[in-house]
DNA sequence: TTGAAAGCGCTAACAA
DNA sequence: TTGTTAGCGCTTTCAA
């Protein structure tokens, strides 16, 4: 009973029809009578025929296919599946993709292998990839390989990208913060090397230039661990901190956590804002006031980007951040 | 400078050789003198030769993928972004598809559509396909057509599929809090139509029963906002409640929310136990004690034995649910 | 409207 | 060890 799969030969013979024929009719091509129609209709049916897609995509020299690239560190997943960015990229992207037939191929990339596997990626894409969080470095390449490429983060100045405005984000917390009465605002920064937590840094200082504060900052690492560490470090050195603005939910989540375990209340004595409005937003106790990315949609765009056509080199698609008040900045 | 990609016949040529040999040598295969290889190889690097993967399908009738199945429904990404489980599964499969070269296709599909997305994708299914969630007439319509599938929940007796102990974990537990001198322990369930729900929601009535004690419980949709709504109705109906056992990290988030709003301190007043150990398990505050659900073991072993070749019919691989102490059991 | 025939780019017998 | 020759299953001119 199984086993075996019709083919489109089968398909032709079993209905008396040409190959040509029988792949008009499946394809809804047009130049095809409408007896002929039936017939194939009909064996396609009985034999449960399904076009073999690899077949098809070689022979049209198309195949509808984004691939959306995601760094791993070293061994194991890294942040997919540990961060919720990357599972909001997937979630922007599929609305789009499903009315119009096109597969998604996630591709798992390490920095070490990475300059082989993209070089791969690039010679097999078709429609185009999605660059979920890539290096500068890694992005001209692929970039220069094939060029319909978007990314979901700041990279080089030639690559399309889909460009949120981190910077102006973390200002617009800071002065949240301000407006609310606080005056010594920390900071809990991600990742030196990450473009998008490089950008919220630079707001974060802007701004506290900007309203003559004094800037009290610690590293994390875009995760709980590392912001429940940093906000420990940071309300020891300096206990009267007020307020804090963190780089990413994730690691306010664990500020939270830190701050209410040294005995403080949030938001009481300690407001705090994050950035994303991630599902980890909504999950502390109290729900985290925080800077919208709307990753989402950006990742919608970036797909109907790559289905319309080849961006142009350097296209931006620019995205505002916005507030999203909850309780973790007033009671 | 691009538009153009060379195909083995360029290198071949270039190389003075024929097509076969320049085959053998970028597939690493026997049958190549060396001073073959190294002219070959050089023409592939200064050519930039990078084999279509599409025609090396075809010709080898061998294509190495796997594909994911992820139920939306109705329109958008569904779960998917909204709920920690998906990432996992794709984290858990990352690493070990890295190793052997094999893509990981991600297919959205929805309610009304299935039939035929099923159709088309155990079609061109080459390695094989993992369901991530899937009702038993998914799966099993699939299992017919392409034996290659593995369902990461519970579904038909034939399909072969990786089983986690749903129902021991929630018996489990509820004898925690029982242990903990709780005696009014209440629940928040998942879905009605939800397999892993109702074997969660049979292990809580079995040790009620067990253990003499009422049950009391709600019904969530696995989301925060379910968790939180079933919570207060819970409180409300029965003030006296102790502890809960909730079917669902993301919904025991929102009721420790709830809880808290409430007046009552978690977990003084009432203790609670979540279901996952996903990532919303340690952003809650306190952080959730929780019955660990080893979704990303279960599919890298689903994806393993994909790898390894056809699992058989009924096949069935058990995974312990483990309870993972964190603070919302015990100040 | 239909069919014959030539590939798409590659692999894999089989000969040499 | 190398090259020749068929295809893989399908689409797509081009004639009929």
Not at 299 to 315: E, Q
Request: charged residues 20%.
């Amino acid at each position: 009973m199984s086993g075996f799969r019709p083919t489109i030969n089968d398909v032709a013979r079993a209905a008396g029809v040409s190959r040509a024929t029988a792949s008009r009719v499946v394809n809804n091509a047009p130049g095809a009578s409408d007896p002929m129609r039936a017939r194939v209709h009909a064996v396609v049916a009985e034999l449960g025929y399904q076009p073999n897609e690899t077949a098809r995509a070689l022979a049209s020299g198309r195949r509808r296919a984004v691939d959306v690239i995601a760094m791993t560190s070293g061994a194991g997943a890294g942040w997919l599946g540990t961060h919720p960015y990357f599972s909001r990229v997937l979630a922007g992207m599929m609305p789009v993709l499903e009315g119009v037939d096109a597969q998604l191929r996630l591709h798992p990339v390490n920095r070490e292998t990475a300059a082989d596997a993209i070089e791969e990626i690039a010679a097999n894409a078709t429609l185009g990839v999605v660059l979920a969080d890539a290096t500068p470095t890694l992005a001209t390449r692929l970039y220069r390989r094939c060029r319909r490429v978007v990314s979901m983060v700041p990279t080089a100045a030639s690559v399309p990208g889909m460009e949120a405005d981190n910077t102006g984000g973390a200002y617009a917390a800071v002065n949240e913060l301000h407006r609310l009465g606080r005056r010594r605002i920390a900071a809990i920064h991600g990742p030196a090397d990450n473009s998008c937590a490089i950008d919220r840094r630079l707001g974060y200082l802007r701004a506290l230039e900007d309203l003559g504060l004094t800037a009290v900052g610690a590293d994390g690492d875009f995760h709980r661990e590392g912001g429940h560490a940093a906000a420990l470090r940071l309300l020891e050195q300096d206990p009267g901190i007020d307020a804090m603005f963190v780089a990413c939910d994730l690691m306010a989540a664990g500020a939270v956590q830190a701050i209410t375990a040294t005995g403080r209340r949030v938001p009481e004595d300690v407001s705090i804002i994050g950035f994303d409005d991630s599902i980890a937003a909504v999950c502390t106790n109290p729900p985290l006031t925080t800077m919208r990315l709307p990753v989402e949609e950006m990742a919608a765009a970036a797909t109907r980007l790559l289905l319309d056509g080849k961006p142009i080199a350097g296209h931006r698609r620019h995205f505002p951040v916005e507030l999203v008040v909850r309780q973790s900045t007033q009671g």
